[in-house]
């Protein structure tokens, strides 16, 4: 939100104070408070009638430091607030010297020199990351009277901000506004359906805002050297992440926040879905189950969307008689021929369904001031929200979906959660302007610990569309209603690296796209897209995406990238383990992997899954793709071309291939079943090495399908004309060198290390 006229101006009625001084500090051993007069105070009348504001300083966490800024205290604060279950109690130190007082937590430290205007620095390893300067906090009332606290953080020459969740906007929010506000806007506009109050800069330091309610950013875009933030409160509350990697941003971030659940491997495989508002029934669920098998592409787990239950009875986890005459008999049907089963959900209740008036009658449902139900007829008629700040109803919801648990569904697609009403009053009394956006946590949290708890830990699975800071401990989530064209496939890659840089480790899209019908060409070209994705899943909104209604072509394209995901199934599934572990995404910003790059700064076009494969989706009708190669010789994984960066290229290819480039000195692990998503990966496993410089070493561990863990590990090492390799497998194994074609050698099972010539 913009309160400045210009630099030195006001916008009419607007009032902003901010910190001037440091009055006084109270410190103990942790922690530091620092009371800032909005004026200098020269002599005793200057402390009347004026706001003193008081700036509480401490460490959650080595490396992250917390400020809250409070104007008036008195303000009741109902909730709901983030949970951060990584805050230890007592992590920084403070040090005093003079004037000056220092907050140290790890590397990161935070000064104050109090014979000095107002400044907080932030310095690590000798460097000053940012600092908050004389308009950097304080609070602002609007000509309406609302009251706003206010942040600024100092942007450095040449310094990039990226994050604030899965947004479509340039990839780099330098000069945008930015309102973290969930809304249900497609994926064509600034709205955004996951809105996280988390950036990180290009300088070594995130910053995360922990107000759940609606942040607004001007991000260089109204002061343009400072990042600003402000919430409609009397307090304001923000933590600074150093890395100095990005990497290691994120990790810090996701251990406060929460990291990301393991989801199970057998979601790596191809999903298909009914679409939305087509035709479907058994018989047309069965012809698209059966028409991938009688053309050679294998299918993981079939969704079912929106129709499965009533038209106008939405959401009632009733199936349809008509449509679904016998519901338990298709889904055991469904799962004999090896599908896992996906059902759409919303947490919305029509009117029309019989759990309106039961949810009604028991206090389940949201509702107004003065006691009625919230109702309203977008989306379903007399929808009403089900209320999961009580328990009861809670426990009421997640009753329902059990039920369909026992009948066969595996998983949910837990869609909507933004348009949520501020003029109701909550069960628990939490704020309305908060729950806003914290309402997709309770909705996904519910739904995907009943699933952990019916299913067991390591296969609870959802597809969600709305997400807060702390989601990502719910995966997985996907890009929501985007167009079927080349530019809403660019705009949701943009989305996704933007929530990849958000804390988020797992991220898929619709293939095809969601609304109207693709091009053939668009159509394949996204199925190379999202079968390079960590989740893929082939869904439209008015038409169907079989890959046979897109021609001959599109099948084999489909058939093609599908038993290429399932033989990188045990590499997807390690960086799975890693973004578990870590909060390092499966799909990774360039600029995550090559931050010392300033060519892999701005890229919004092309991505690493996980850490060795360059993935450079093609966006033109003719097979034109321009990307950049960092620096070493890349390998094309479908191809075994080779190109040497760092430089840009530009290349054109069908539809059966696309840049996907191999990291130079690594190993890509690739199974031996190529029909199946989950398999016993290391037998038979092969070891395709490329580019392996002389002296280069590297370990490939082959991870366990049913979870974290590890069934085989490879350690190769090349000395010259010589490639050596140990390990602990006993099970068969090949290693492949000089691309697809190279040289193939087996080595029998119980081979503990092996010695094999490396063409130089």
Not at 197 to 221: A, C, D, M, R, W
């Amino acid at each position: 939100m913009k309160f400045t006229d210009g630099y030195w101006l006001m916008r009419p009625g607007v009032v902003a104070l901010y910190a001037a001084e440091v009055a006084d500090i109270r410190a103990d051993e942790h922690r530091m408070t620092l009371y800032a007069p909005v004026k200098h105070v020269r002599g005793r009348g200057d402390t009347l009638n004026s706001p003193l504001l008081t700036v509480e300083c401490w460490s959650p966490a080595e490396g992250v430091i917390g400020v809250r800024t409070t104007h008036h205290a008195g303000t009741p604060d109902p909730g709901p607030h983030f949970a951060l279950p990584g805050a230890e109690p007592g992590a920084g130190k403070v040090r005093r010297d003079g004037a000056v007082t220092e907050l140290s937590a790890g590397d990161l430290t935070l000064r104050v020199d109090a014979s000095q205007p107002w400044n907080l620095e932030f310095t690590a390893e000798r460097r000053t990351l940012t600092t908050v300067g004389e308009r950097g906090t304080g609070f602002v009332t609007d000509a309406a009277g609302s009251h706003h606290m206010l942040g600024q953080l100092s942007l450095g020459v040449g310094e990039l901000v990226y994050g604030l969740g899965e947004r479509f906007t340039p990839f780099v929010r330098n000069g945008q506004t930015v309102d973290i506000w969930q809304a249900d806007g497609g994926t064509s506009s600034e709205q955004a359906y996951k809105n996280i109050p988390f950036h990180l800069t290009n300088q070594g330091y995130g910053v995360f805002v922990n107000h759940p309610g609606k942040v607004s950013y001007e991000i260089g875009s109204e002061s343009v050297g400072q990042v600003q933030f402000s919430v409609e409160d009397q307090t304001l509350e923000y933590f600074v992440v150093h890395g100095p990697t990005p990497k290691q941003i994120l990790e810090r971030y996701t251990a406060l926040t929460g990291r990301p659940a393991l989801p199970p491997a057998w979601a790596l495989g191809l999903w298909l879905t009914t679409s939305f508002t087509t035709d479907y029934d058994e018989a047309t669920v069965n012809r698209f189950v059966g028409g991938m098998a009688e053309r050679g592409i294998p299918l993981s787990v079939f969704h079912l969307d929106c129709f499965w239950m009533r038209e106008y009875q939405w959401s009632d986890f009733a199936w349809d008689p008509e449509t679904f005459p016998d519901p338990a008999g298709m889904l055991a049907r469904l799962k004999e021929q090896g599908l896992r089963i996906s059902a759409w959900i919303n947490p919305y209740v029509a009117q029309k369904s019989a759990l309106f008036a039961e949810g009604m009658r028991e206090g389940y449902l949201v509702r107004r001031a003065d006691g009625s139900v919230w109702q309203w007829d977008l989306w379903q008629p007399g929808m009403a929200l089900v209320d999961f700040t009580n328990p009861a109803a809670r426990d009421w919801y997640t009753g329902k979906l059990r039920a369909l648990l026992a009948q066969g569904v595996d998983c949910f697609k837990t869609d909507f959660g933004e348009r949520i009403p501020t003029d109701v009053v909550w069960h628990d009394g939490s704020d309305p302007q908060r729950m806003h956006n914290y309402y997709t946590q309770l909705y996904n949290e519910a739904v995907f610990e009943l699933l952990r708890e019916e299913r067991g830990e390591g296969e609870a699975l959802l597809f969600a569309r709305s997400a807060t800071a702390g989601g990502q401990q719910y995966p997985v989530h996907w890009g929501g209603d985007c167009e079927s064209h080349f530019n809403a496939m660019a705009e949701s890659l943009r989305g996704g690296l933007s929530l990849g840089l958000s804390g988020f480790g797992f991220w898929s899209h619709d293939i095809g796209g969601f609304e109207g019908t693709p091009s053939p060409a668009v159509f394949k070209r996204w199925v190379q897209f999202g079968l390079l994705s960590s989740h893929s899943r082939l869904h439209g909104s008015k038409s169907y995406r079989v890959p046979w209604d897109y021609g001959d072509e599109a099948v084999d394209v489909t058939r093609e990238f599908t038993l290429l995901k399932h033989r990188l199934a045990p590499y997807l599934q390690r960086a799975a383990q890693q973004a578990h572990t870590t909060g390092i995404p499966v799909m990774r910003a360039m600029v995550l992997e090559f931050p010392d790059d300033p060519a892999a700064a701005t890229l919004d076009r092309q991505y690493l899954l996980g850490g060795d494969l360059l993935v450079a989706p093609v966006l033109s009708d003719d097979g034109t793709v321009e990307y950049y190669v960092p620096e070493g010789t890349w390998t094309n994984l479908l191809t075994g071309e080779q190109v040497t960066g760092p430089r840009w290229t530009k290349e054109q290819h069908g539809f059966h291939t696309l840049p996907l480039l191999v990291r130079p000195d690594s190993v890509i692990p690739l199974a031996a079943d190529d029909q199946h998503p989950v398999s016993a990966w290391a037998d038979g496993v092969e070891l395709r090495v490329h580019a392996f410089a002389d002296g280069a070493e590297r370990t490939v561990v082959i991870p366990r399908s049913d979870g974290p863990g590890e069934s085989a590990r490879f350690h190769l090492r090349r000395s010259g004309d010589r490639l050596h390799v140990t390990t602990d497998s006993l099970r068969p194994w090949h290693l492949r060198t000089g691309g697809p074609d190279g040289t193939l050698h087996t080595c029998p099972a119980g081979t503990p290390q092996a010695d094999f010539p490396y063409p130089v």
